[in-house]
C-alpha cells in the first residue's frame, strides 16, 4: 500500500524573462494520501497542480516543506502519464513501453501486450507513433505508466488536448485498468466532470498553490457522466469551485 506525504511545500519561482518577479507555484501545501485511492486535483491555472505532480516524481525541487513518497515505508515506484504521450517516434508502439524498462524479457513483452490489450490496441503493437491517431498514442501512454507496476501513479491532465468523445472513451479505459490494478493515483485536471468521474476524493487548490477544499466522491464504479448522482456531484463541486472564484476575488482563505 503506498503513501504520499506532502507537508508545508512551497515551490517559488526566481524572477525571470517572462515573469520579472517571483512566482509562488505552492503555498506551505499539506495533504495526504493513502492507500488504493483515486484523488484528482483541481484548480484554475496557477494553483501549482502540474508543479505538485513534478515533485511528487522527483522531477523538481520544492523551495521548502517535503514530499515523500513510500510503500511498506521504502521510496515507491512512480508511474507518470503526461499531458503528451512522449513517444519515440523511430520506436513501435512496444518498443516504446520497452525503452522506459532496465529489464528486458519475453515476459515483459507478454506484460506489455497485456496492458495494450486493456487500453485496446493489441493490433498495433508493431506499428510506429506517427500512424497512430493522438488518442491512440495517448492509450499507450497509460499503459506504459501502469507495465513499470509503479506503486504511485501520477497522471497530468492526461486528456486535455483530445476532442470530448476521445476523451471520453480514454476515460473509460483508464477506469477499466484503474479498477483491476488500484494504484495509488494522483491525477490533475481541469475538468469537473473528469474528476467526479474518475476519483474517490477532489482536492481543490486556489491560485497560489494553496489548499481551498477536500471532497469526497461516494459514488458506485464504474461511472458514467450520464448518470444522475454522478451529474449532481459535478454540480456540486462546480458550485464549491464558484464559491472559491469568489473567495479569491475577496480575498478568503479556505472553506
Same mark, same amino acid.
Given at each position: @500500500? +503506498?503513501?504520499?506525504? =506532502?507537508?508545508?511545500? /512551497?515551490?517559488?519561482?526566481?524572477?525571470?524573462?517572462?515573469?520579472?518577479? *517571483?512566482?509562488? !507555484?505552492?503555498?506551505?501545501?499539506?495533504?495526504?494520501?493513502?492507500?488504493?485511492?483515486?484523488? +484528482? =486535483?483541481?484548480?484554475?491555472?496557477?494553483?501549482?497542480?502540474?508543479?505538485?505532480?513534478?515533485?511528487?516524481?522527483?522531477?523538481?525541487?520544492? /523551495?521548502?516543506? &517535503?514530499?515523500?513518497?513510500?510503500?511498506?515505508?521504502?521510496?515507491?515506484?512512480?508511474?507518470?502519464?503526461?499531458?503528451?504521450?512522449?513517444?519515440?517516434?523511430?520506436?513501435?508502439?512496444?518498443?516504446? @513501453?520497452?525503452?522506459?524498462?532496465?529489464?528486458?524479457? %519475453?515476459?515483459?513483452?507478454?506484460?506489455?501486450?497485456?496492458?495494450?490489450?486493456?487500453?485496446?490496441?493489441?493490433?498495433? &503493437?508493431?506499428?510506429?507513433? &506517427? *500512424?497512430?491517431?493522438?488518442?491512440?498514442?495517448?492509450?499507450?501512454? =497509460?499503459?506504459?505508466?501502469?507495465?513499470?507496476?509503479?506503486?504511485?501513479?501520477?497522471?497530468?491532465?492526461?486528456?486535455?488536448?483530445?476532442?470530448?468523445?476521445?476523451?471520453? +472513451?480514454?476515460?473509460?479505459?483508464?477506469?477499466?485498468?484503474?479498477?483491476? /490494478?488500484?494504484?495509488?493515483?494522483?491525477?490533475?485536471?481541469?475538468? $469537473?466532470?473528469?474528476?467526479?468521474?474518475?476519483? %474517490?476524493?477532489?482536492? @481543490?487548490?486556489?491560485?497560489?498553490?494553496?489548499?481551498?477544499?477536500?471532497?469526497? =466522491?461516494?459514488?458506485?464504479?464504474?461511472?458514467?457522466?450520464?448518470?444522475?448522482? $454522478?451529474?449532481?456531484?459535478? !454540480?456540486?463541486?462546480?458550485?464549491?469551485?464558484?464559491?472559491?472564484?469568489?473567495?479569491?476575488?475577496?480575498?478568503?482563505?479556505?472553506?
Amino acid at each position: @500500500m +503506498a503513501t504520499v506525504l =506532502i507537508e508545508n511545500l /512551497t515551490k517559488v519561482y526566481p524572477p525571470s524573462l517572462n515573469h520579472p518577479t *517571483q512566482v509562488q !507555484a505552492l503555498g506551505g501545501l499539506n495533504m495526504s494520501v493513502t492507500g488504493n485511492v483515486f484523488v +484528482a =486535483i483541481v484548480g484554475p491555472s496557477g494553483s501549482g497542480k502540474t508543479t505538485l505532480l513534478n515533485i511528487v516524481a522527483g522531477v523538481e525541487r520544492p /523551495t521548502s516543506g &517535503s514530499v515523500r513518497a513510500l510503500h511498506e515505508g521504502v521510496p515507491a515506484q512512480i508511474g507518470y502519464v503526461f499531458q503528451e504521450p512522449r513517444l519515440l517516434p523511430w520506436r513501435t508502439v512496444v518498443d516504446n @513501453m520497452l525503452y522506459v524498462q532496465d529489464r528486458k524479457s %519475453d515476459q515483459l513483452r507478454r506484460e506489455a501486450e497485456f496492458y495494450l490489450k486493456m487500453v485496446g490496441l493489441s493490433e498495433v &503493437s508493431h506499428l510506429y507513433p &506517427s *500512424q497512430l491517431s493522438g488518442g491512440m498514442q495517448q492509450r499507450v501512454g =497509460i499503459a506504459r505508466a501502469f507495465l513499470v507496476n509503479p506503486d504511485v501513479l501520477l497522471l497530468d491532465e492526461p486528456f486535455s488536448h483530445l476532442d470530448s468523445l476521445t476523451g471520453r +472513451a480514454l476515460r473509460d479505459y483508464l477506469q477499466r485498468i484503474w479498477l483491476q /490494478t488500484r494504484k495509488t493515483a494522483l491525477f490533475v485536471t481541469h475538468d $469537473v466532470t473528469e474528476a467526479v468521474e474518475l476519483a %474517490d476524493r477532489i482536492v @481543490m487548490l486556489r491560485p497560489g498553490g494553496v489548499a481551498y477544499d477536500d471532497i469526497p =466522491i461516494d459514488l458506485p464504479r464504474p461511472r458514467r457522466p450520464d448518470d444522475p448522482a $454522478v451529474r449532481d456531484m459535478q !454540480a456540486e463541486v462546480i458550485s464549491r469551485f464558484d464559491a472559491m472564484g469568489a473567495a479569491v476575488r475577496f480575498g478568503a482563505q479556505s472553506r
